[in-house]
């Protein structure tokens, strides 16, 4: 069994990118894992201000919702980054998360496994090319990790609009091989 943290970073009510991630938590869970879905919306979530002081800490100064999130962060076996793409990049509230997730850098984390679900109205498949290279600069400051798999669901805008959509069933079955 893995602990598997899914964040949703999608901060509109009934979210595409966030049906998504309830579809592979229902197959992580289904296969037997611990999984925990945390969702931004609602969160506060300051912007970094590059003291770099949790390199000497390991604790992030900013008195906010971040610290709890990236302590999760730390503990999962597997992580999950559910995002609608937004002109072509993740959302802004998962940069900022990513941002703030320094304090992992030196630290022992636990992830290995990194999957990034991701939304788009626009159906063209490279779409998510370059919210993968994001997730992937981030990656690359962990030794120990990579990005595991994706999932893209395109030609999705409106809320909900994502139902019957062919990612779903891709996002439970890769939630499921874990």
């Known amino acids: 069994m893995k602990n598997v943290l899914i964040i949703s970073s999608s901060l509109r009510p009934v979210s595409n990118s966030h ?9 992580a869970k289904e296969a037997g894992n611990n ?3 945390v ?3 609602g969160k506060d979530l300051k ?15 900013i008195k906010d919702d971040a610290p709890e999130i990236v302590g999760k962060i730390h503990d999962a076996d597997v992580v999950v980054l559910a995002t609608p793409i937004y002109y072509y990049g993740i959302s802004g509230q998962l940069k900022t998360l990513i941002d703030r997730a ?3 850098y030196h630290g022992d984390y636990k992830f290995t496994d990194v999957y990034l679900l991701t939304s788009a109205e626009s159906s063209d498949p490279d779409a998510i090319q370059k919210p993968i290279v994001a997730v992937q600069g981030w990656l690359d400051c962990f030794e120990r990790a990579h990005l595991a798999g994706t999932v893209f669901a395109g030609g999705v805008d409106k809320p909900g609009e994502i139902e019957g959509h062919p990612s779903l069933e891709k996002a439970y079955q890769m939630g499921n091989a874990i």
């Open 19 to 27: 049906i998504l991630a309830d579809a592979f938590a229902r197959g």
């Open 47 to 61: 912007f970094c201000i590059g003291c770099l002081s949790c390199f000497k800490t390991g604790k992030c100064v």
């Open 102 to 104: 320094n304090p992992l």
């Open 35 to 37: 999984v925990e879905m």
């Open 39 to 41: 969702s931004l919306r």
